[in-house]
């Protein structure tokens, strides 16, 4: 279930790049998952060897969607409110 809602929402958003995509897969990740990329560089090319090692480990496990769809949502919702407030100091700046 993780993964099928991690694809929709972000890796097939042609709207996110690469290193976006990293940094939400690796903020909504927890526990074992999330120590399971840890030393992975963030870096765009490691993109897909992360979700690889993520899949090829954890793709027959379940996890609550309620869950999964929250932190997603945190994450995304995160990165508008940064982008804003930068656009906001832009657009404010002397």
Not at 77 to 89: E, G, M, P
Request: no cysteine; glycine share 2%.
């Amino acid at each position: 279930e993780y993964w099928a809602v991690f694809e929709v929402m972000v890796h097939l958003n042609a709207n996110l790049n690469e290193t976006e995509k990293m940094i939400l897969l690796k903020e909504s990740l927890v526990g074992k998952a999330a120590t399971t990329i840890k030393g992975i560089k963030m870096i765009p090319q490691n993109y897909s060897w992360m979700v690889d090692v993520i899949k090829k480990k954890y793709d027959n496990l379940t996890t609550t969607r309620a869950n999964v769809i929250k932190r997603l949502m945190f994450s995304i919702r995160q990165k508008t409110t940064q982008n804003l407030a930068k656009q906001f100091l832009i657009i404010s700046a002397p």
